[in-house]
T-cell receptor, first 113, second 112 residues
Framework: DAMVIQNPRYQVTQFGKPVTLSCSQT?????MYWYQQKSSQAPKLLFH???????NEADTPDNFQSRRPNTSFCFLDIRSPGLGDAAMYLC????????????FGDGTRLSIL | RKEVEQDPGPFNVPEGATVAFNCTYS??????FFWYRQDCRKEPKLLMS???SGNEDGRFTAQLNRASQYISLLIRDSKLSDSATYLC?????????????FGTGTRLKVLA
């Protein structure tokens, strides 16, 4: 029944070692988002896609990249993870247009050794 | 001033109690409002959208006060399973159609 699926649920990587997180959706939503959430903080938007149109937030570090090869899949690449990148990474989707709620995946909890 | 502000709590209430949270937003042009619940170390889950006229879903009632720029969530007959963090989310299309601003959440603990 899961409609936004993130893999893996837990990811451990080494300092500086590239890591890729994945997200897929069965909702056929136009918009896909990546958020970073640290403990006791609000989710922070990193970027979003409207279809293939990529929108980066101004304060998203260059270390974070994203790919959306098709409607269903979206990836978050962290090129050189630092200790400060340890967090929960949340993928969300929504229909196009305003007033649309977002639907979140279970999240990937990233740890950096 | 933060764009979206919530009292972090925790609100400790006994089972069966009625509890209400507010969330204030700074941008008067904001148009879309939502409440999400988030359990510890889990993803946010949509609880309800907030409509101008107010809306109800079972034990949950959401209200929007545009004049004072806040939204509220009322939970009646609290259950132990209502214990969670409640996130307020606001969207102002002028800032970006797909830029949703999250509050840091209000933590609710329902006690047996």
């Amino acid at each position: 029944d899961a409609m936004v699926i993130q893999n893996p649920r837990y990811q451990v990587t080494q300092f500086g070692k590239p890591v890729t997180l994945s997200c897929s959706q069965t909702l056929n939503h136009n918009v896909m988002y990546w958020y970073q959430q640290k403990s006791s903080q609000a989710p922070k938007l990193l970027f979003h896609y409207y279809d293939k149109d990529f929108n980066n937030e101004a304060d998203t570090p260059d270390n974070f990249q994203s790919r959306r090869p098709n409607t269903s899949f979206c990836f978050l690449d962290i090129r050189s993870p630092g200790l400060g990148d340890a967090a929960m990474y949340l993928c969300a989707t929504s229909r196009g247009g305003s007033n649309q709620p977002q639907h979140f995946g279970d999240g990937t909890r990233l740890s950096i050794l | 001033r933060k764009e979206v502000e919530q009292d972090p709590g925790p609100f400790n209430v006994p089972e069966g109690a009625t509890v209400a949270f507010n969330c204030t937003y700074s941008n008067s042009a904001s148009q879309s409002f939502f409440w999400y619940r988030q359990d510890c170390r889990k993803e946010p889950k949509l609880l309800m959208s907030v409509y101008s006229s107010g809306n109800e879903d079972g034990r949950f009632t959401a209200q929007l006060n545009r004049a004072s720029q806040y939204i509220s969530l009322l939970i009646r007959d609290s259950k132990l399973s209502d214990s969670a963090t409640y996130l307020c989310v606001v969207n102002n299309p002028a800032s970006g159609t797909y830029k949703y601003i999250f509050g840091t959440g209000t933590r609710l603990k329902v006690l047996a």
